[in-house]
Nanobody, 120 residues
Framework: QVQLVESGGGSVQPGETLRLSCAAS????????IGWFRQAPGKERESVACIELTDDKTFYADSVKGRFNLARDDAKRTVYLQMNNLKTEDTAVYYC?????????????WGQGTQVTVAP
């Protein structure tokens, strides 16, 4: 059973930055894809970004392109979501998830979520 632990959420003002971490209990990251999703109150869950760790192929939602970036630390088996120039509409609970590829309809393993609040 794979476990994912997210951290790094918090409350910031518009224009500020946060970095979310997703630590995976796997032997090596190369065999997997890790996606980031978010869910705002009253809204459906949406995909934010995803990385296929075999070849570092990345995907970003249009709403975050140019502001969010993915990075990896193999020694820590951790994937980061660097969020720059945050907007109020980025407020949500953010989840990381793990599976084999990014284009799957759902992911097998999920973290517990971390709250991101962006407000003046």
């Amino acid at each position: 059973q794979v476990q994912l632990v997210e951290s790094g959420g918090g409350s910031v003002q518009p224009g500020e930055t946060l970095r979310l971490s997703c630590a995976a209990s796997v032997r090596r990251l190369d065999d997997y894809a890790i996606g980031w999703f978010r869910q705002a109150p009253g809204k459906e869950r949406e995909s934010v970004a995803c990385i296929e760790l075999t070849d570092d192929k990345t995907f970003y939602a249009d709403s975050v392109k140019g502001r969010f970036n993915l990075a990896r630390d193999d020694a820590k088996r951790t994937v980061y979501l660097q969020m720059n120039n945050l907007k109020t509409e980025d407020t949500a609970v953010y989840y990381c998830a793990l599976d084999s590829f990014c284009n799957l309809p759902d992911f097998d393993f999920w973290g517990q979520g971390t709250q991101v609040t962006v407000a003046p």
